[in-house]
């Protein structure tokens, strides 16, 4: 069982620490558990019991009225609202609620249910980016235990996969190729598999090669395939010196390729781009990119 601070379920369920105080004191929402310091202590059923509560009181339930109620009757309230509603945050609450209990069924009726009302492609932006962003603040605090992060993002993973292998898009008349890959230690493919996606619908060519690829290691695909784009992510915690460094090695490797670039690190630390490098820092500025490079494409064709 994870232990959770009082800033974590701030982080976690969107009600500020402030209020969870006042909470505890005039309705016993929770009970904490304390430190030899004193300091407030939360579990799982903690959480849990607080994502729900949040839920409701977003939706209009007063927490007085909210404490009247039995645990069976929170969550049934709280299912009634997720069968009507599209609200992104109580969406996000349930991908945690689902990753804290270990359980595939919720998280298959939640990301059901957001496809439908809004896409794949939205759910993605809109619900799962934003839920990653939310556990890495967590995991990098030690909140939550690698466990409940490694079982969720396996299951979004497949759904990722899945749906890369279902897309029947032709490949366009002047297609680009662009090489995917993670550098050495990087482990968190998300982003890159819905790259994936993207560039595959759209039209393109896509050689992936996944995640933890040493950077010499590019030179085989690059002597064997025609690319036009190399596209990598840097998620994993580097200094701006350590990032700086490995960009300038893969433009020293691969001199007159063109890279974009993203994560997490590079939006962060916003390094000094050697020539012909380019970044991006959302999938709404990466389709700009790609459609500038479609132009820039069919005008060489065109000349």
């Known amino acids: 069982m994870s232990q959770y601070s009082i800033k974590d379920l701030e982080t976690f369920t969107g009600i500020k620490a402030h209020t969870l105080r006042i909470w505890e004191k005039r309705y016993g929402v929770v009970e904490p558990g304390r430190t030899h310091t004193n300091i407030r202590t939360y579990d799982d059923d903690d959480l849990k019991r607080l994502l729900n509560i949040s839920i409701l ?10 404490m009247k109620m039995s645990e069976k009757e929170i969550s049934e309230r709280v299912l009634q609202i997720m069968h009507k509603s599209v609200d992104t945050q109580s969406q996000l ?6 990753m804290i209990d270990l359980d595939e069924e919720y998280f298959e009726k939640t990301l059901t249910q957001s496809i439908i009302k809004i896409g794949f492609e939205d759910t993605v932006k809109y619900l799962i980016y934003p839920f990653f962003d939310r556990i890495g603040i967590l995991w990098q605090a030690g909140s939550i235990i690698p466990a409940q992060e490694h079982f969720i993002s396996n299951l979004i993973r497949q759904k990722l996969i899945v749906a890369i292998d279902s897309i029947i898009a032709p490949r366009k008349e002047n297609a680009l190729s662009y090489l995917l890959f993670l550098p050495e230690g990087e482990w968190h493919e998300m982003g890159l598999l819905f790259t994936q996606y993207l560039l595959k619908k759209w039209g393109h060519k896509v050689i992936y090669l996944g995640q933890h690829v040493p950077l010499d290691n590019l030179s085989t695909p690059l002597k064997h395939t025609q690319v036009d784009y190399i596209v990598t992510q840097f998620v994993n915690g580097i200094t701006r010196e350590n990032l700086q460094e490995k960009l300038q090695m893969l433009s020293s490797l691969y001199p007159g390729y063109c890279f974009l670039v993203s994560g997490r690190q590079v939006i962060q630390h916003k390094p000094n781009l050697p020539p012909h490098f380019e970044v991006y820092d959302s999938m709404d500025s990466f389709r700009a990119l790609v459609l500038t490079h479609e132009r820039v494409s069919t005008a060489g064709i065109s000349a």
């Open 93 to 98: 609450d349930n991908l945690v609620l689902a």
């Open 57 to 66: 009181n977003r939706h209009g339930y007063r927490i007085s009225e909210i």
